[in-house]
């Protein structure tokens, strides 16, 4: 239950957040956006690997979310943004 309630929340913080990046064009946002992707892809990877399926994209969702969080990384060490302040 937990898992589907942070999927749903996840979710919608990301599509959200992307919409509003697209409409006020404002970037500065993006790395929160990554963040939000990157848990997204993590939930919904640990809940089809938990699932009685045991299927492939489980696995493939949980390494799309270590290459979101290398971009994460990699866009916050060649740019002057600090997503921690």
């Given at each position: 239950m937990l898992?589907?309630?942070?999927?749903?929340?996840?979710s919608?913080?990301?599509i959200s957040s992307s919409v509003y990046i697209l409409v006020t064009k404002n970037f500065d946002f993006i790395p929160y956006l990554l963040m939000a992707l990157g848990a997204?892809?993590?939930?919904?990877?640990?809940?089809?690997?938990?699932s009685?399926?045991?299927?492939?994209?489980?696995y493939v969702s949980i390494a799309a979310t270590f290459v979101v969080l290398?971009?994460?990384f990699d866009i916050l060490s060649n740019t002057?943004?600090?997503i921690f302040l």
């Open positions: 898992l589907k309630l942070s999927r749903l929340l996840f919608v913080l990301v997204s892809t993590l939930v919904i990877g640990i809940s089809e690997v938990r009685d399926k045991r299927n492939f994209w489980g290398y971009t994460l002057n943004l600090s």
